[in-house]
């Protein structure tokens, strides 16, 4: 299958929302996406949308949000100075048809969230993951994520934080070259 990637303004898109809630009513276990769909997001960002090329259904989706200096800023979970929040970037929401899992959507379009964020200029990367969301989590750790808090969010859910420092990961891979 061939994909192609729309990318957007990160707002209220109906579109998302419908797709949001079919894949949390297909969802066995509900807590893996905290999530309403009709959260219209306030903090600006990127929408990335994921459409099959031969049809152009929509197969998932995914959001870079950048926080600012808001409270919901993750940096704030993990004790980051004040004036590092503002180089913080949120790999806020993915959701992947059930009929697409498997072909690597979810980790596509945070490498493009990642490239994105970087030409912006964030330096560190956080989401929040279900510790058992085996998938989403194997999709961030091999992208080098690393678990740096756990704690219960979102009324009462238990999340992994995780965080990608993209200046620390560059400098690890410029050794490994040399």
Same mark, same amino acid.
């Given at each position: ?47 990335? &949308? ?6 152009? *259904? ?26 590092? &929040? ?55 750790? *091999? ?19 995780? &965080? ?6 560059? *400098? ?7």
């Amino acid at each position: 299958m061939e994909f192609e990637v729309e990318k957007k303004p990160l707002e209220y898109d109906m579109e998302v929302a419908d797709l949001y809630r079919e894949v949390l009513s297909g969802l066995e276990r509900k807590e893996f996406l905290a999530l309403d769909p009709d959260y219209i997001p306030n903090t600006g960002g990127i929408l990335y &949308l994921c459409r099959k090329k031969d049809d152009h *259904s929509l197969a998932g989706v995914f959001s870079l949000a950048f926080p600012g200096l808001g409270e919901e800023n993750l940096g704030r979970d993990i004790g980051l100075a004040d004036d590092e &929040l503002s180089f913080v970037a949120h790999m806020d929401i993915a959701a992947v048809r059930a009929c697409f899992r498997g072909c690597g959507i979810q980790k596509m379009l945070m490498q493009m969230a990642e490239k994105d964020a970087s030409a912006l200029g964030y330096r560190y990367l956080m989401c929040t993951i279900h510790p058992d969301n085996t998938a989403s989590m194997k999709s961030a750790l *091999s992208l080098g994520y690393k678990v740096v808090l756990t704690k219960e969010m979102y009324g009462g859910l238990v999340r992994n934080i995780l &965080l990608k420092d993209l200046q620390a990961y560059a *400098s690890r891979i410029a050794l490994h070259i040399q």
